[in-house]
Nanobody, 122 residues
Framework: QVQLVESGGGLVQAGGSLRLSCAAS????????MGWFRQAPGKEREFVAA????????YYADSVKGRFTISRDNAKNTVYLQMNSLKPEDTAVYYC???????????????WGPGTQVTVSS
């Protein structure tokens, strides 16, 4: 059983930066692909970024490409999402997720964290 806990959310002005972290426990972390998703009020959860277990493959939604960077440190059992040039439309609850096997950009992940709120003011 994998437990995931996100941190690093908060309130930031447009154009600012935040770094989200997701700490994993209860698994052989390095064998899990990891993803970040977000859900804004009144909208469905959407894919943001994903990274393979080795860290060699990364994927991004078009809306965040060039602004967000996903990375991982398997020694620390942690995955990160560096968010730069934030926009008000990035406001959402951000969730990290884990799955065994290959990385995917759909919501087909087995384990989810409780989420962390990111609010970008204009």
């Amino acid at each position: 059983q994998v437990q995931l806990v996100e941190s690093g959310g908060g309130l930031v002005q447009a154009g600012g930066s935040l770094r989200l972290s997701c700490a994993a426990s209860g698994c052989t972390f390095c064998r899990y692909a990891m993803g970040w998703f977000r859900q804004a009020p009144g909208k469905e959860r959407e894919f943001v970024a994903a990274i393979s277990w080795s860290g060699g493959n990364t994927y991004y939604a078009d809306s965040v490409k060039g602004r967000f960077t996903i990375s991982r440190d398997n020694a620390k059992n942690t995955v990160y999402l560096q968010m730069n040039s934030l926009k008000p439309e990035d406001t959402a609850v951000y969730y990290c997720a884990a799955k065994s096997g290959i990385v995917v950009v759909t919501s087909a992940y087995n384990y989810w964290g409780p989420g962390t709120q990111v609010t970008v003011s204009s």
